[in-house]
């Protein structure tokens, strides 16, 4: 390992323990982080939203403003006009007139007015400001433009020759130097308003400004201290929690170990730094912890989950799970991350429950082959007992019929020959005893054929429509093939004693590591629920079916509607016969 790899555990950082978890005070502390972030906004809006209205308005007062003072300008204009017009010149002075009264009006009531040259087409002029000295001298405005229009146009209609023209003519140009005058007045007072309104809006913005930086700088500090404890609150969880959490690098040297880790080794944290995780891992699991962790190095940031056995503080094994995480390339870490459980209990319980299994399958297997071997037994006595000696019997009546057909004993023949009938009926019936007890094909043949002769046997006896379809390749278990034989021919039985059905089905799959077995007519049915409650319908074998399926450890479904036939259905682990 080189130098540098070395050094890496010591540069990662060691948490404190017993860190406490969040306090009131920790929570006061978020609440207050969220309402200065709140404050904070809501500063920066009402800043933006004002200042917005505040140049707009400032805007409009500017341009309120240039066309007050235009009002002047025109007023001079239209009494050049009307002198040019009185001595023959072309002047319209009347257009003069119109906007000195548009102005006035618009200046007082608010309205739409032509902009001053080089400005926008038009300006909106909000109604009259709300200072009396402005609108005071505004309405005094109006009334000398309109004695000015007035004598304006009195003076267009006199004789330029008339000897009092020149009293007019000085009387036109004083009330336009008074319309000047007091334009010029109310232009000041309009401007020291805006000027006014400006500084305000400096003053108002400064204390804006103030109010967001200490806002931004109260949500820092907030924010500062909100991220201090949490990684205080994260800090404490790693080290109380119950899982070791370790970080390795490439070469599975530990760079990081939590003091669970230490507690479950019962090593201190410093001394495991450094430590090769292989010496720590049971020597038959070491191939394949290094099997995942090295395709695990090729993935960036993904996971894998690997079980293996662990040292324990008490010099013993203990089974874990591990979910790595490959954290190399983050900056912070650079390491692969452990999260790691002991899972020896659950391990434990899983090989005393495969354990109890197996014993379940033996003592199964043990009681179905005790069972079978009782009805070979049986089987056997019979044909060896009673089957023989009634045999023997049939053979000494056929001897005693012949002696008589000799002597011509007519009534004593036929006697013979009805007990006869009545011992081959009873012979015929024990053979089918024999072989419902334990069906030879069964052991030679396998589940298959016995259920090929069992359906040929119901089509001969009762005409019904059977077929049979499989798809197994190798036989099963022994005990297995009993079971579901046994379940076929219940089912079977009860197809031909209750369920008045033409055709019958049975169908044998492997699926998904099971062989199903399928028993399905097409007869009256029956509702399930009433045929659980009762073993007086002629259902009663249906528990029996169940029973031998689920100790077989399989499942056992039942499925029928009345008019719409019956469906069984069997399924059980598949174990393959050697």
């Not at 000897?163 to 004083?174: G, N, Q, T």
């Not at 209990?345 to 495969?354: A, G, H, I, P």
Request: glycine residues 6%.
């Amino acid at each position: 390992m080189s130098e540098d790899v070395a050094q890496r555990p010591r540069r990662w950082p060691r948490l404190s323990r017993g860190r406490p978890g969040p306090t009131v005070g920790q929570l006061g502390s978020e609440r207050r982080l969220v309402w200065t972030v709140a404050v904070y906004l809501l500063v920066i809006a009402a800043i933006l939203a004002y200042n917005a209205t505040a140049t707009g308005s400032e805007r409009d007062s500017a341009l309120v403003v240039n066309v007050a003072a235009r009002q002047r300008a025109v007023a001079e204009r239209f009494v050049k006009d009307v002198l040019l017009r009185l001595y023959g010149y072309e002047a319209n002075p009347q257009e003069d007139a119109q906007t000195l009264q548009e102005n006035a009006l618009a200046l007082l009531e608010g309205g739409t007015v032509q902009a001053v040259q080089g400005a926008d087409a038009e300006v909106h002029i909000p109604a009259a400001s709300s200072d009396w000295k402005i609108v005071a001298k505004l309405e005094q405005e109006q009334r000398l433009i309109g004695k000015l229009i007035a004598t304006g146009n009195d003076l267009l209609g006199r004789d330029p020759s008339a000897a009092d023209l020149e009293e007019h003519v000085l009387k036109l140009r004083i009330i336009g130097a008074q319309v000047s005058t007091i334009t010029n007045d109310a232009v000041g007072e309009m401007t020291r308003d805006v000027d006014a309104r400006l500084a305000q809006l400096v003053r108002v913005g400064i204390v804006l400004g103030l109010l967001g930086t200490l806002a931004a700088l109260s949500m820092g500090f907030l924010l500062r201290r909100a991220s201090a404890q949490r990684a205080a609150q994260f800090q404490s969880l790693i080290h109380n929690a119950s899982d070791l959490i370790t970080v390795v690098d490439r070469d599975l040297d530990i760079l990081y170990a939590s003091p669970s880790a230490g507690r479950f080794l019962g090593r201190s944290v410093p001394d495991l730094t450094g430590t090769k995780l292989s010496v720590l891992v049971h020597p038959e699991d070491v191939p394949a912890v290094h099997r995942a962790l090295e395709g695990l190095v090729q993935q960036p940031t993904s996971t894998v989950q690997v079980e293996y056995r662990l040292r324990h503080s008490t010099d013993s094994w203990r089974h874990v799970e591990t979910a790595a995480t490959n954290l190399l390339d983050h900056p912070l870490v650079r390491g692969m991350v452990f999260n790691t459980r002991d899972i020896t209990e659950r391990v434990l319980s899983q090989q005393q429950l495969k354990a109890l299994q197996s014993e379940q399958e033996k003592l199964l297997e043990r009681t179905v082959q005790a069972t079978e071997q009782e009805r070979k037994r049986v089987a056997a006595e019979l044909h060896d007992g009673p089957v023989q000696h009634l045999t023997a019997l049939d053979v000494t009546l056929e001897r005693a019929r012949r002696t008589l057909d000799r002597h011509s004993a007519e009534s004593e023949r036929e006697t013979i020959e009805r007990v006869q009938v009545r011992l081959r009926d009873e012979v015929g019936d024990l053979r089918k005893m024999m072989s419902d007890l334990r069906p030879p094909a069964l052991d030679h043949l396998g589940l298959v054929a016995a259920l090929q002769e069992q359906l040929t046997a119901v089509r001969r006896e009762t005409g019904l429509a059977c077929s049979i379809d499989s798809t197994l390749d190798a036989r099963l278990l022994p005990a297995q093939e009993i079971v579901l034989y046994r379940v076929a021919q219940e089912a079977l039985t009860n197809v031909v004693k209750h369920a008045g059905a033409e055709r019958v089905r049975v169908s044998l799959q492997p699926s998904n590591g099971h062989v199903v077995l399928e028993v399905r007519d097409d007869g009256a049915g029956f509702v399930p629920s009433e045929a659980a409650t009762s073993a007086s319908n002629g259902h009663f074998g249906l528990l029996g079916m169940r029973e031998r399926v689920e100790m077989a450890g399989g499942s056992w479904e039942l499925h029928s509607h009345v008019g719409s036939g019956t469906v069984i259905r069997a399924r059980l682990p598949r174990a393959v016969s050697g």
